[in-house]
RNA sequence: GGCGCCGUGGCCAAGUGGUAAGGCAGAGGACUGCAAAUCCUCUAUCCCCGGUUCGAAUCCGGGCGGCGCCUCCA
């Protein structure tokens, strides 16, 4: 089988092939560290690591690179604001944002570099493109991109270039550029970039790079002059990802990229979420709400990345119904007796039906929503198995929790939900003394001191289940 | 105004020419001292109208409705 996805660069889903058999080479756009990331940024993180996780499911060796914006008009004017340097402006935001995606079991990728890192490379990117006059300088110092030097401009967006001129609000042309559709690619220095120390010397003048250059230059000195895909929300699409195919192939004379994938905005409760209208929700908001991050990540993964997925509160109470069954499904099939001599069962078959339907949905443009649904088919399945059945052929069993723990390889919610299960040894020890109490109290048929012993551990948010092998115990969860 | 997307059961969401996956909720049942938890079973003809076809949720045309991008933005 193999894998298809939607290129916004032809406009169809294509068959993925990459430049060097086996290996991929990735560069997902990230977030500026000007804030924190709001649940809008992390349906794209979590989709990046769904495509990391799902390649290398598949066998590709991955390169997986994702920056971290830290010089921008936003960072340099609330560093300004605050008074303190970019570095220490951006530093607690990036900490937060890489502690945010680990809550959600967002796999680390290979590098996460920063554009003031860069800033050599960027200069050099710029100076080819001077040198072959793709791109102009301006009195105060800036440097733009000469677009109509690039007759291939607009492609990825499919935008018509006279009319997005004419179309065009002529803002103030602070950098005196010859052309409104013409891009920063280096901004000459003022004020208050020198204040908060985003400015850099450069042959043609000190500056600071303009966003777009940024992108470029991590991309092609980490990943290589062509990546094998680019990933990004769908708002980065025009101008953003637009303008870095110009600098890009302008200054290499080569593909820059050859898949684009880009990622539907989420909406929140019905509305568009985005930070400039403030209405943005925090993973942190999220946890002290007290929602698991298995219900987060599930329902950020319940549509597929190119559809419309309005995100809700009743959602992640379904979706923390969802996981639970998953997570029960574990425990089950981990815990049902098995016999040596124990007849066949259905489980092989289910098992590679199973990671067949798994692997048919992600292949077609990485659709989660779909081999959510082949995963749960199993469950569905070999729970009536295991209903139906005493014992299991040892296996039998073993081969019906690889598969589970295969596809969660990729999804990621068995693991994410069976991390949060870790609970304080003096608590346990506490619960499990009044387990006892209570089990003596049944014996004892005395249900009213049973019933007090329950009532005073849900008190402090402690379930008990009763089961055959005695009674279980966990921490009741919040909303979703 | 330009470009584009979407409209499937109470909610979310797959399916894109061969007769409706999955999750949540709901109903019924199993289990239980009672519960909780868990498991099983059941519940749709796909916004409307017209067309193409042996056959359409799936293709075409027209409506109605929702949304995104075009500006810093994942």
Redesign the pocket.
């Known amino acids: 089988m193999g894998l298809r996805l939607h290129n916004t660069l032809a406009r169809r889903t294509e068959d993925f092939h990459p430049v060097v058999a086996g290996r991929v080479g990735i560069y997902g756009?990230?977030?500026?560290a000007y804030g924190p990331a709001?649940i809008?940024?992390f349906?794209?993180f979590v989709f990046y690591d769904l495509v990391h996780r799902y390649l290398e499911w598949k066998g590709y060796q991955v390169r997986f690179v994702m920056n971290l914006?830290d010089v921008?008009?936003?960072t340099i004017r609330a560093a300004r604001d605050e008074g303190v340097s970019l570095g220490h402006y951006t530093q607690p935001w990036v900490d937060r944002i890489l502690e945010e995606a680990d809550v959600l079991g967002i796999r680390r990728f290979d590098l996460y570099p920063r554009a003031t890192n860069y800033i050599e490379e960027m200069v050099q990117i710029v100076q080819r493109l001077l040198d072959r006059d793709l791109a102009y300088t301006t009195e105060d110092g800036s440097v733009f991109f000469d677009i109509s030097a690039f007759p291939t401009y607009g492609r990825l967006?499919?935008?018509?270039l006279e009319?997005?001129r004419q179309?065009?609000?002529v803002s103030a042309d602070e950098y005196g550029k010859e052309d409104v559709r013409d891009f920063a690619l280096w901004k000459g220095t003022k004020p208050e970039d020198e204040k908060v120390g985003a400015a850099w010397d450069a042959p043609w003048g000190r500056g600071r790079p303009g966003?777009h250059l940024e992108c470029s230059a991590m991309a092609l000195a980490e990943v290589g002059e062509t990546l094998d895909l680019h990933l990004?929300?769908?708002?980065?699409?025009?101008?953003?990802h637009e303008d870095e195919i110009a600098q890009s192939e302008g200054a290499t004379g080569r593909t820059f990229a050859r898949y684009w994938l880009h990622?539907?905005?989420?909406?929140v409760e019905g509305?568009?979420?985005?930070?400039?209208l403030g209405n943005f929700i925090t993973v942190g908001d999220l946890l002290e709400e007290g929602v698991s991050p298995a219900a987060i990540r599930h329902?950020l993964l319940?549509?597929?990345y190119r559809?419309?997925?309005?995100f809700?509160r009743?959602?992640l109470?379904?979706?923390s119904?969802?996981v639970?069954?998953l997570v029960?499904?574990g425990e089950?099939i981990r815990e049902h007796p098995v016999a040596a001599d124990a007849p066949p069962t259905s489980l092989l078959d289910l098992a590679d039906q199973a990671t067949e339907a798994f692997n048919r949905?992600m292949d077609?443009d990485l659709?989660s929503?779909?081999g959510?649904?082949a995963l749960?088919?199993f469950?569905?399945?070999a729970?009536?198995v295991?209903?139906a059945t005493e014992a299991l052929d040892p296996g039998e069993r073993e081969r019906a929790v690889r598969v589970l723990e295969s596809l969660d390889q990729v999804l990621g919610l068995l693991e994410l939900s069976e991390r949060s299960h870790v609970v304080d040894a003096s608590l346990r020890e506490w619960v499990e003394e009044r387990i006892r109490a209570r089990a003596g109290a049944?014996e004892r048929k005395d249900?009213g001191a049973?019933?007090r012993i329950?009532d005073e551990l849900a008190e402090r948010g402690i379930?008990?289940?009763?089961?055959e092998g005695g009674t279980r115990w966990k921490r009741e969860e919040g909303v979703g």
Not at 157 to 160: E, F, L, N
Not at 232 to 240: A, K, S, T, V, W
Not at 263 to 267: D, G, N, P, Q, W
Request: proline residues 2%.
């Open positions: 756009c990230g977030p500026t709001h809008g940024n349906r794209t914006t921008d008009d936003k967006s499919g935008r018509d009319k997005a179309g065009e609000r966003w990004g929300g769908e708002d980065l699409i025009f101008p953003h990622v539907k905005h989420l909406r509305k568009k979420m985005s930070k400039s329902q319940s549509a597929q559809s419309e997925l309005n809700t009743a959602g109470e379904a979706s119904r969802a639970r069954r029960a499904f089950r949905a077609d659709n929503a779909a959510m649904a749960f088919i469950v569905k399945r729970n009536a295991l209903d049944r249900w049973a019933d329950r379930v008990l289940e009763d089961g």
